[in-house]
């Protein structure tokens, strides 16, 4: 196929047209994501949906796919992103659904990702993990729901670290699920996400069985691995750490505490 590429901002109409950027911050839009969209046929609309869905703007449209304005009212409250939470609720659940609708359509233009397990990060009060996961129970997925090719962004995301929506402190039960699906789509190579979280979305509609809960001890998330290596290779050199005011010493003992309450658990489930 013959491609030009565009600087464009909003990418979506040009990969239809099967133009590429390299632009800086435009995800998403390359040579590989121009194959996808030729391949499946996917419309600009389509790609537009798929793209927003894998923005902030998830916040809105899950809560629209499952009817629940108390969900939307709970993240509109905890989104880190200041310009959605401006919209009207009743504005929000109905482009909620308008995209949603548009997901779907372009999900189903997308092959089955035969890639092996997925993982999927989740943050729980004790209450509602026990009620959600146990061995032998069937847990239905009432919405899309996003998981990553890659471990480490599960943990982070069970982990509070890296989230669009202000992690709750009741919620100190932290899960990683190991998803054996047969129906995911990858999406990752069509995200306009800078996170590169290698991201493939289970429909909504999906059931999966519960076959094994495994606690497991607190891993070390790649940014505090990150936040680590600098500090010991800082002081191999012999550069002083850094002296903390006393908001930062307040906020990092927050964080410790927290840390220390957490508990975690590895969550097996496969696609039933």
């Given at each position: 196929?013959?491609?030009?590429?565009?600087?464009?901002?909003?990418?979506?109409?040009?990969?239809?047209?099967?133009?590429?950027?390299?632009?800086?911050?435009?995800?998403?839009?390359?040579?590989?994501?121009?194959?996808?969209?030729?391949?499946?046929?996917?419309?600009?609309?389509?790609?537009?949906?798929?793209?927003?869905?894998?923005?902030?703007?998830?916040?809105?449209?899950?809560?629209?796919?499952?009817?629940?304005?108390?969900?939307?009212?709970?993240?509109?409250?905890?989104?880190?992103?200041?310009?959605?939470?401006?919209?009207?609720?009743?504005?929000?659940?109905?482009?909620?659904?308008?995209?949603?609708?548009?997901?779907?359509?372009?999900?189903?233009?997308?092959?089955?990702?035969?890639?092996?397990?997925?993982?999927?990060?989740?943050?729980?009060?004790?209450?509602?993990?026990?009620?959600?996961?146990?061995?032998?129970?069937?847990?239905?997925?009432?919405?899309?729901?996003?998981?990553?090719?890659?471990r480490w962004v599960a943990e982070n995301y069970a982990g509070g670290v890296g989230t669009d929506i202000k992690t709750d402190a009741t919620r100190n039960i932290c899960v990683v699920l190991v998803v054996y699906h047969k129906t995911a789509r990858d999406i990752s190579r069509l995200s306009a996400s800078p996170k590169k979280e290698e991201e493939v979305v289970i429909l909504p509609g999906t059931r999966f069985n519960v076959e094994r809960?495994?606690?497991?001890?607190?891993?070390?998330?790649?940014?505090?691995?990150?936040?680590?290596?600098?500090?010991?290779?800082?002081?191999?050199?012999?550069?002083?750490?850094?002296?903390?005011?006393?908001?930062?010493?307040?906020?990092?003992?927050?964080?410790?505490?927290?840390?220390?309450?957490?508990?975690?658990?590895?969550?097996?489930?496969?696609?039933?």
């Open positions: 196929m013959n491609r030009t590429r565009t600087s464009g901002i909003d990418p979506a109409e040009d990969l239809a047209a099967g133009r590429t950027t390299t632009t800086s911050g435009v995800h998403g839009a390359d040579d590989r994501a121009a194959k996808i969209v030729a391949s499946y046929r996917l419309t600009a609309a389509e790609i537009a949906a798929i793209r927003i869905f894998t923005l902030p703007d998830y916040s809105y449209i899950n809560p629209a796919v499952a009817g629940s304005r108390d969900w939307l009212k709970k993240n509109m409250s905890q989104l880190a992103d200041l310009y959605i939470p401006k919209i009207d609720q009743p504005t929000l659940m109905q482009e909620g659904g308008e995209h949603a609708r548009k997901v779907r359509q372009a999900l189903l233009k997308l092959p089955r990702w035969e890639g092996g397990a997925a993982y999927r990060g989740e943050r729980h009060t004790l209450q509602t993990f026990q009620k959600t996961y146990k061995v032998g129970t069937i847990v239905p997925f009432d919405s899309f729901s996003s998981a990553s090719k890659e809960i495994i606690r497991m001890p607190r891993p070390e998330l790649r940014d505090e691995k990150a936040a680590r290596e600098r500090a010991e290779n800082a002081a191999a050199a012999g550069r002083p750490a850094p002296i903390l005011d006393d908001e930062q010493e307040k906020a990092a003992d927050e964080k410790e505490k927290h840390k220390a309450n957490e508990r975690w658990y590895t969550v097996l489930i496969r696609e039933s």
